[in-house]
C-alpha cells in the first residue's frame, strides 16, 4: 500500500510549493533506475501545476551539475553527463563492459535501431552476412531489442525493435537522435571507418 502524501502542498506560498515539486520530481528520478513516465511524474505534483515548466525548471537548475535531465520518448531520467563517463569508467571500472557487446552485435544492434522493424531476412540483405539466432538472443537478454509487429509477407516474420532500455544505455532521448550512420558512430555504436585510399 502506498504512503499517502499531500500532492497539492496548497499550505505552502507559491514559490515554495513549485520548489517542493521540483525537488519531488528530481527525487523520484534519482530514485529511478529507469527512466519515469510522464504519466508517473504527473500523479506527484499538483493538478494545475504544468510538469513542462516544471521539468524546464529542474533541467535549468541543474546546469551546473554533473548529471542532467533528459527525455527517453515519453518518460525522463536523471543521466551522468557525458563529459564525466571517462572519469566514472576510470573510477568504478563501469560503463562500455557493462552491455558487454561486441562490435558484431553492435553492428546488428544498429541496424534494428535505424531500419526497425526489421526481420533477420532484412538485416541478412542491410548487413551482406547472416544474422545468427544467438545474436539476436544476446541483444534480447540485455533487454536492448524486443520482438515487433510481424511482417506483413509470406510466413509473417518476427521483427524486432529497440527498447527504452536501449535508449537509456546509449543516453538518447529517442531514436530520431540515432538517424545516420556518423550518428550511431558518434555515439560508439560503430567504429569510424578509415577512408579508402
Do not use: C, K
Amino acid at each position: 500500500m502506498t504512503e499517502a502524501f499531500d500532492r497539492e502542498l496548497s499550505d505552502l506560498p507559491p514559490d515554495l510549493r513549485w520548489r517542493h515539486w521540483m525537488q519531488r520530481i528530481e527525487a523520484v528520478l534519482f530514485a529511478s533506475a529507469r527512466p519515469v513516465a510522464r504519466a508517473d511524474l504527473a500523479r506527484i505534483v499538483g493538478q494545475g501545476a504544468s510538469l513542462d515548466l516544471l521539468l524546464a525548471d529542474l533541467a535549468a537548475d541543474l546546469t551546473d551539475r554533473p548529471y542532467e535531465l533528459v527525455r527517453h520518448g515519453t518518460a525522463w531520467a536523471l543521466r551522468t553527463r557525458p563529459a564525466f563517463g571517462p572519469v566514472i569508467r576510470a573510477a568504478a571500472d563501469v560503463g562500455d563492459q557493462a552491455l558487454n557487446l561486441g562490435e558484431r552485435d553492435l553492428t546488428v544492434l544498429v541496424a534494428i535501431a535505424l531500419h526497425q522493424p526489421v526481420t533477420r531476412d532484412d538485416l541478412r540483405e542491410l548487413l551482406g552476412r547472416e544474422v545468427s539466432r544467438d545474436a539476436i538472443g544476446r541483444l534480447s537478454e540485455r533487454g536492448l531489442i524486443a520482438p515487433g509487429p510481424r511482417a506483413p509477407r509470406r510466413g509473417a516474420p518476427h521483427s524486432f525493435i529497440t527498447t527504452d532500455a536501449f535508449l537509456d544505455a546509449f543516453n538518447l532521448g529517442s531514436l530520431a537522435d540515432l538517424t545516420e550512420l556518423d550518428m550511431a558512430q558518434d555515439a560508439g555504436f560503430l567504429p569510424v571507418s578509415e577512408p579508402q585510399g
